[in-house]
């Protein structure tokens, strides 16, 4: 039984994973269940999780208003085409417009982050009738051909040339190299607030004001992608509100569903004014299902959770401050509320083996020498206690 389910993981499994070292290379862990904040696998064997698998779970796993929502809707209607008006998709919709800022009015439901930012890109060409992109260096969107192409990391680009065209990358938080990218050719400046992926780098509220300015200026869209830093992640909504951005198109995914597979791009009026008939669709995106499940989460955001997420980011990083600060292995501690980055003086994976394999505390990479830790934003102050006992146990004292 147990070979076979290891069988089917290595048929699908995320190549990335084994890569980044979160899974050991033997393959032998094979995950069954989630209770909160902890997995657990075929053995039995408990797990803290620090990545609430790739920041989407952040209600943490078998959150009963989440399961009951999907369950109920499962039972009644679990597909329904677009053509078709359909009550949980419209709650849904009103739902999200109450959450999202009042000038971003219009939404389109997809399924995932990279899909969130191929509409970006699409709505974004339409709305100027230019082609250009400015994304960051640094920066992370996706691995479709449309988000991989302004994914900075040439390592995942490379092999896939010749990706979009007129796709440029400035230094993150470098306002020079901004003011001439953007040019009468640009359709979008395209930025995370913090860069996850490419090592939990915060942006300067200077950088993205003059990102904001130059695109209102030039004619462009500013599109931020909140796909990992929605939601509460950050202990505010959207990042972009740490920042008092107005931007003109946000991607979203990742905890819209909270942690059932969803997406969607929201933004403005104008924007769907340029739009054609037929100009962006999607089969799945927006069934009842995936709806009935933001619903939920939505409504556990709401509920508090934002602001204990704002809490318990403050308390982990005082916490690894604590413990870990200064020692000289860590460079630096950064990030923005639960998206908290250790930026160490050496390579990164080896520590996220040991505190797996010895500790069985879940974290992630970000960049090669940053462990990145997201957990689910109902993480407690026991827990965090325990995931920092574990992080100070495992990193030595010196590089
Ligand atoms: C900032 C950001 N954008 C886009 C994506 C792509 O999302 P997905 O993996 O759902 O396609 C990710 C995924 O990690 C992300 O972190």
Redesign the pocket.
Same mark, same amino acid.
């Given at each position: 039984m147990v070979q076979s389910i290891v069988d089917t993981k290595f048929a699908v499994s995320n190549t990335q994973a084994y890569e980044s070292g979160v899974v050991p290379r033997r393959g032998e862990t094979v995950m069954v269940a989630g209770e909160g904040c902890w997995m657990i696998d075929s053995e039995g064997q408990r797990y803290l999780d620090l990545t609430s698998s790739? @920041?989407v779970a952040m209600l943490g796993y078998g959150h009963p208003v989440l399961t009951e929502a999907i369950q109920e809707q499962a039972g009644r209607m679990h597909a329904c085409p677009n053509f078709f008006h359909n009550d949980t998709r419209a709650e849904f919709l009103s739902r999200l417009n109450s959450v999202t800022p009042d000038h971003l009015t219009r939404a389109f439901l997809g399924n995932? @982050?990279? *899909?969130?930012?191929d509409g970006a890109i699409k709505f974004a060409r339409l709305a100027t009738g230019r082609t250009g992109i400015v994304a960051a260096r640094n920066s992370?969107? #996706?691995?479709?051909i449309g988000?991989l192409s302004i994914t900075w990391n040439p390592r995942y680009r490379r092999k896939f040339e010749p990706l979009l065209p007129d796709v440029s990358h400035v230094q993150f938080n470098n306002v020079d190299q901004l003011d001439e990218a953007v040019g009468d050719g640009t359709a979008a400046v395209v930025l995370?607030v913090v860069q996850? *992926?490419g090592g939990v780098h915060v942006g300067s509220a200077e950088f993205l004001a003059a990102a904001q300015q130059l695109c209102r200026e030039r004619g462009a869209m500013l599109v931020v992608?909140e796909?990992?830093?929605g939601f509460g992640r950050t202990g505010s909504w959207f990042g972009f509100q740490h920042f008092d951005l107005e931007p003109d198109i946000v991607?979203l995914?990742?905890g819209l569903g909270g942690g059932f597979p969803m #997406?969607a791009v929201v933004y403005t009026d104008e924007i769907q004014e340029s739009l054609f008939s037929g100009a962006h669709g999607s089969t799945f995106g927006g069934n009842p299902l995936a709806c009935a499940a933001g619903i939920a989460a939505l409504g556990v955001y709401e509920d508090g959770l934002i602001e204990q997420a704002e809490r318990a980011g403050r308390r982990l990083w005082e916490a690894l401050e604590a413990a870990i600060g200064s020692r000289r292995v860590v460079r630096e501690i950064r990030g923005k509320g639960l998206l908290i980055g250790v930026d160490l003086r050496t390579k990164a994976v080896p520590f996220l083996k040991t505190l797996m394999e010895e500790h069985k505390v879940l974290a992630l990479p970000a960049g090669s020498t940053v462990l990145r830790l997201l957990p689910p934003l109902t993480i407690s102050n026991e827990e965090i206690e325990m995931a920092v006992e574990a992080i100070a146990a495992t990193l030595p004292d010196s590089v």
């Amino acid at each position: 039984m147990v070979q076979s389910i290891v069988d089917t993981k290595f048929a699908v499994s995320n190549t990335q994973a084994y890569e980044s070292g979160v899974v050991p290379r033997r393959g032998e862990t094979v995950m069954v269940a989630g209770e909160g904040c902890w997995m657990i696998d075929s053995e039995g064997q408990r797990y803290l999780d620090l990545t609430s698998s790739q @920041g989407v779970a952040m209600l943490g796993y078998g959150h009963p208003v989440l399961t009951e929502a999907i369950q109920e809707q499962a039972g009644r209607m679990h597909a329904c085409p677009n053509f078709f008006h359909n009550d949980t998709r419209a709650e849904f919709l009103s739902r999200l417009n109450s959450v999202t800022p009042d000038h971003l009015t219009r939404a389109f439901l997809g399924n995932s @982050g990279a *899909e969130s930012i191929d509409g970006a890109i699409k709505f974004a060409r339409l709305a100027t009738g230019r082609t250009g992109i400015v994304a960051a260096r640094n920066s992370f969107h #996706g691995r479709t051909i449309g988000a991989l192409s302004i994914t900075w990391n040439p390592r995942y680009r490379r092999k896939f040339e010749p990706l979009l065209p007129d796709v440029s990358h400035v230094q993150f938080n470098n306002v020079d190299q901004l003011d001439e990218a953007v040019g009468d050719g640009t359709a979008a400046v395209v930025l995370e607030v913090v860069q996850a *992926e490419g090592g939990v780098h915060v942006g300067s509220a200077e950088f993205l004001a003059a990102a904001q300015q130059l695109c209102r200026e030039r004619g462009a869209m500013l599109v931020v992608d909140e796909v990992q830093t929605g939601f509460g992640r950050t202990g505010s909504w959207f990042g972009f509100q740490h920042f008092d951005l107005e931007p003109d198109i946000v991607a979203l995914a990742k905890g819209l569903g909270g942690g059932f597979p969803m #997406g969607a791009v929201v933004y403005t009026d104008e924007i769907q004014e340029s739009l054609f008939s037929g100009a962006h669709g999607s089969t799945f995106g927006g069934n009842p299902l995936a709806c009935a499940a933001g619903i939920a989460a939505l409504g556990v955001y709401e509920d508090g959770l934002i602001e204990q997420a704002e809490r318990a980011g403050r308390r982990l990083w005082e916490a690894l401050e604590a413990a870990i600060g200064s020692r000289r292995v860590v460079r630096e501690i950064r990030g923005k509320g639960l998206l908290i980055g250790v930026d160490l003086r050496t390579k990164a994976v080896p520590f996220l083996k040991t505190l797996m394999e010895e500790h069985k505390v879940l974290a992630l990479p970000a960049g090669s020498t940053v462990l990145r830790l997201l957990p689910p934003l109902t993480i407690s102050n026991e827990e965090i206690e325990m995931a920092v006992e574990a992080i100070a146990a495992t990193l030595p004292d010196s590089v």
